[in-house]
């Protein structure tokens, strides 16, 4: 398996609380650092977090204080756990392996997986 696939998006009010799950194969885990990505309508893609093989994490300023990331190797899963959702929130989460990046390019991150839809509504 050399694909992620997302879930645990869905639509909640502002002040609530998602998390979401991105699955892949062992192999991906071991070679790559993860990244979360979201991109709203006409808006362009953003990185929100990131986490290292080593652990380090790294979150966009808009976001810090509210989203987590965090990986269970056992389990192949990167986690973002996502509290006080804004309006603003709302976009389609990507995971990506950022390998991947070196190879179709930094502006795949947005357009390469199927994503997980996050609405906050107001």
């Known amino acids: 398996e050399d694909q992620l696939v997302e879930s645990g998006g869905g639509s909640v009010q502002a002040g609530g609380s998602l998390r979401l799950s991105c699955t892949g194969g062992?192999?991906?885990?071991?070679?790559?650092?993860i990244a979360w990505y979201r991109q709203a309508p006409g808006n362009k893609c953003e990185l929100v977090s990131s986490?290292?093989?080593?652990?380090?994490?790294h979150y966009a300023d808009s976001v810090k204080g509210r989203f987590t990331i965090s990986q269970d190797n056992a389990k192949n899963t990167v986690y973002l756990q996502m509290h006080s959702l804004k309006p603003e929130d709302t976009a389609i989460y990507y995971c990506v392996a950022l390998n991947s990046l070196m190879v179709f390019g930094p502006d795949s991150a947005c357009s390469r997986g199927q994503g997980t839809q996050v609405t906050v509504s107001s």
């Open positions: 986490i290292r093989r080593d652990g380090g994490t």
């Open positions: 062992r192999f991906i885990f071991d070679v790559s650092d």
